[in-house]
Each structure stands twice: as structure tokens, then as C-alpha cells.
């Protein structure tokens, strides 16, 4: 069974610094591309990052590029957001999600809550 | 970019009644076009791949078509658990884009 566990949300000061980790199971991490979503409260969906598997290739949206940092670990079946310089914008649940490796996302986590206020 | 464009927003059905969802793309994105199904405090779940592959778990009554710019999702005949918000999103090219989503509430 595919799984996927996002953690290290929490409320963060603008400015300030937090680090999102994706534990994963049930499929063979290494050869998946895996990509970040994001929701604000009551809004739509918002791609993020995405992670190639074998290129390590990256992608991101143009309102978190050279603020956030996209990352794999493949010995610990683990993706991970830094995110740096956040903003009351970046304020949203955070969902990791499997990508089939052409781009569309067959399997989610159930996401980690970011809030950034002062 | 390519836009993404989901009409309507909200769209009030009865139980048992068919259901028109409607995506269009601002540029050609081909048949790379995904739906997920957002049910409240829920992950979204992977409906339908290259606009009309159906994922697994979801019954016949679902269903997409269409290519280019225009992709339609139908539900033939709704059924209680059916009732969530509906998000089309391209995968043809990078950034991947998102459609505002559509609510399907019940009449």
C-alpha cells in the first residue's frame, strides 16, 4: 500500500524558516518523481516543486522559486521542502504526492498545515 | 502559463441526476489533463488521467473526454458520496497549472 506522511508544519513567523519532510512506503521511491502541492485556507489546488527521480531535476512555481528548495533522501524514502523567507501568502496546506513521473499525482499524502503570521 | 479554466463554479445536482463538469486550457495541452475529487478535511484522490483514463477505485459512472483545449468530466448518475469539489490540471508543460476547481453540491 502506497503511503505518504508530511511533518514538520507549524506556525512561522514572516521571515522566518521551516523545513516540510514526506516519509514514504509501499512503492519503490527511488525511480518516482514526487512533487509538493499546496491549498490556502479555503482556496484551490497550487503546485509547488516537483522532483525528478533519476535526473534530480527540479522544478518549482514562480511565487516560491529561490525561496523554497526541494530535496530527496532515496536511503530514507524521504522528500522534503525547505522553505525560507516565508510570507503570509505561503500560508496553506502542504501535500506531498507521488508523481507517476509524467506529471500528474496518483497518490497523496493527507497534507501539513504552514502558518505563517506574526 | 497555461490557464486553467473550470466551469462552473459551483453546480447544484440531485441524487441520481447526470453531471457536466467542464475544463478549459488557455493553450493546447493534448489529452495531458488529470481530474482529482477533493472531498472536505481530504487529500485529493486522482480521478481520471489523460482526460479520459479512469484511476482505480472509481466506478463506470465516472468519465472524461476531450483533447486540446476543451475536457468535460460526467458523472451519469450521482450518487451521495459523488458530492466534492472537482480540479482538472494540466501536465503537458512546466509550471503545471491547476483549475479553480468546481463544487458539486447537492440540490
Known amino acids: 500500500e502506497v503511503q505518504l506522511l508530511e511533518s514538520g508544519g507549524g506556525l512561522e513567523q514572516p521571515g522566518g524558516s521551516l523545513r516540510l519532510s514526506c516519509a514514504t512506503s509501499?512503492?519503490?521511491?527511488?525511480?518516482?518523481?514526487l512533487t509538493w502541492v499546496r491549498q490556502a485556507p479555503g482556496k484551490g489546488l497550487e503546485w509547488v516543486s516537483t522532483m525528478n527521480a533519476g535526473s534530480g531535476n527540479t522544478y518549482y512555481a514562480d511565487s516560491v522559486k529561490g525561496r523554497f528548495t526541494i530535496s530527496r533522501d532515496n536511503s530514507k524514502n524521504t522528500l522534503y521542502l525547505q522553505m525560507n523567507d516565508l510570507r503570509a501568502e505561503d500560508t496553506a496546506v502542504y501535500f506531498c504526492?507521488?508523481?507517476?513521473?509524467?506529471?500528474?499525482?496518483?497518490?497523496w499524502g493527507q497534507g501539513a498545515l504552514v502558518t505563517v503570521s506574526s | 502559463e497555461i490557464v486553467m479554466t473550470q466551469s462552473p463554479g459551483t453546480l447544484s445536482v440531485s441524487p441520481g441526476e447526470r453531471a457536466t463538469l467542464s475544463c478549459r486550457a488557455s493553450q493546447n495541452v493534448k489529452t495531458n489533463l488529470a481530474w482529482y475529487q477533493q472531498k472536505p478535511g481530504q487529500a485529493p484522490r486522482l480521478l481520471i488521467s489523460y482526460a479520459s483514463t479512469r484511476a482505480t477505485g472509481f466506478p463506470a459512472r465516472f468519465s472524461g473526454s476531450g483533447s486540446g483545449t476543451e475536457f468535460t468530466l460526467t458523472i451519469s448518475s450521482l450518487q451521495s458520496e459523488d458530492f466534492a469539489v472537482y480540479y482538472c490540471?494540466?501536465?503537458?508543460?512546466?509550471?503545471?497549472?491547476f483549475g479553480q476547481g468546481t463544487k458539486l453540491e447537492i440540490k
Open positions: 490540471q494540466q501536465y503537458n508543460k512546466w509550471p503545471l497549472t
Open positions: 504526492a507521488k508523481d507517476n513521473s509524467l506529471h500528474y499525482f496518483d497518490f
Open positions: 509501499g512503492f519503490t521511491f527511488s525511480t518516482y518523481a
